[in-house]
């Protein structure tokens, strides 16, 4: 889908775009691209530009013959029957959507070793083991977050939920989200799990982490009555718990998930669990590069584009803009500026 701005009014198709402004003092060509609600194909090339929109269970496996690609949801996809998570690399923004595990037997978790980012995502239903049994670490997103001994800033998880899945302890070693936290630099913060273990509870079972060897974690939380338990896991400082207990009503209570984001990301369902909120990316970025664009050194361009009179960028000299954080369940102004400043003594037609 386009829209197409002639620097007075935008257009799509024969009728009126809505909800964006006009462009004001605007270089040649600049249109807005969004991913299409109606879309039910792959679409992008694994780029974090154009990340792979995913639509279909077939379209998972990439997950794992691309595992340092960039990955977006574009609809809840159900996971085939028996899934074994790959180690991953990449990125993966749920977009507020929910991989269906319901009825799958999973090995080691959605992922195997993440050293990579994983936003924005749920995980329903499903049982997940590994073949190693209580030797073997896992959980519903990965079996471990963070390469042993890596210090990468990546390795992240944040804003996800598993609910309604099951987890086969198999007596230890074992988290509603992840079995273990490695790297140093690895980061796990606002989320939640209300999951089922089977199998003893040990040291290294919790309701979010079984064990928690390095890195940093904060406001997570996990249905005890749904778990059987209290425990938090294992973890090697009080300054990283392994999650906050809570009740099923608890856990329905907006007011239990501190510094969760319920503007932006997050919202609350009445007499559930929360949810994640759907957006859908946009990307802005010239149809042409203007002939002044290489041709005069001395002008400078800036571009910047404000949401609602909110500043989200401003850069120079830029071919493209890329916003995750658009939710088509509002209304939200877009007004994008572009203008050219001449620095030098030569004359410039900033109208081209």
């Known amino acids: 889908m386009r829209i197409t701005w002639n620097g007075d009014d935008a257009s799509w ?9 006009s462009i004001v003092l605007l270089p040649t060509g600049l249109s807005l691209h969004y991913t ?36 977006v949801l574009g609809t ?45 995502l749920g995980i329903v239903g499903g049982t997940f083991y590994s073949a190693s049994g209580g030797d073997g670490y896992k959980g519903t997103l990965c079996r471990q977050l963070g390469f042993s001994f890596s210090d990468r800033l990546y390795a992240t998880i944040e804003n996800c939920y598993a609910r309604g899945c099951t987890i086969e302890t198999g007596g230890d070693r074992a988290g509603g989200l992840i079995g273990i936290q490695m790297s140093v630099t690895s980061q796990l ?24 060897d390095r890195g940093a974690s904060s406001f997570l939380y996990f249905n005890s009555d749904t778990w059987g338990s209290t425990a938090v896991g294992q973890h090697s400082t009080s300054s990283a718990p392994g999650g906050f207990p809570r009740t099923t009503s608890e856990m329905y209570q907006q007011d239990t998930y501190d510094t969760f984001d319920f503007e932006m990301t997050w919202r609350a369902v009445l007499g559930n669990y929360p949810d994640i909120r759907q957006r859908r990316a946009i990307r802005i970025e010239w149809d042409e590069v203007p002939g002044w664009w290489d041709d005069y050194d001395a002008i400078h361009v800036v571009y910047e584009v404000r949401r609602n009179g909110r500043l989200l960028v401003k850069r120079h000299q830029i071919n493209n803009y890329y916003d995750s954080h658009v939710d088509f369940t509002q209304t939200y102004l877009y007004e994008v500026r572009a203008r050219l400043y001449v620095v030098s003594d030569q004359l410039v037609d900033a109208s081209v």
């Not at 198709?13 to 402004?21: K, L």
């Not at 679409?43 to 013959?65: A, E, H, K, M, R």
């Not at 009825?103 to 959605?110: A, F, H, K, R, Y």
């Open 13 to 21: 198709g024969d009728a009126p775009a809505h909800a964006f402004s």
């Open 36 to 71: 299409d609600p109606e879309e039910s194909s792959l679409i992008g090339n694994g780029t974090i530009g154009s990340p792979y929109v995913l639509f279909s269970t077939s379209d998972l496996s990439l997950l794992q013959s691309e595992p340092d690609a960039h990955f």
């Open 76 to 120: 809840d996809i159900a996971l085939p029957s028996t899934w074994k998570g790959a180690d991953f690399d990449g990125s993966f923004d749920g977009n507020g959507f929910r991989i269906i595990a319901t009825g799958s037997m999973v090995e080691d978790g959605l992922f195997g070793m993440v050293n990579g980012r994983i936003t924005r």
């Open 189 to 212: 913060h606002r989320s939640y799990a209300a999951c089922e273990r089977i199998g003893v509870v040990g040291t290294r079972v919790g309701g979010i982490r079984g064990f928690r």
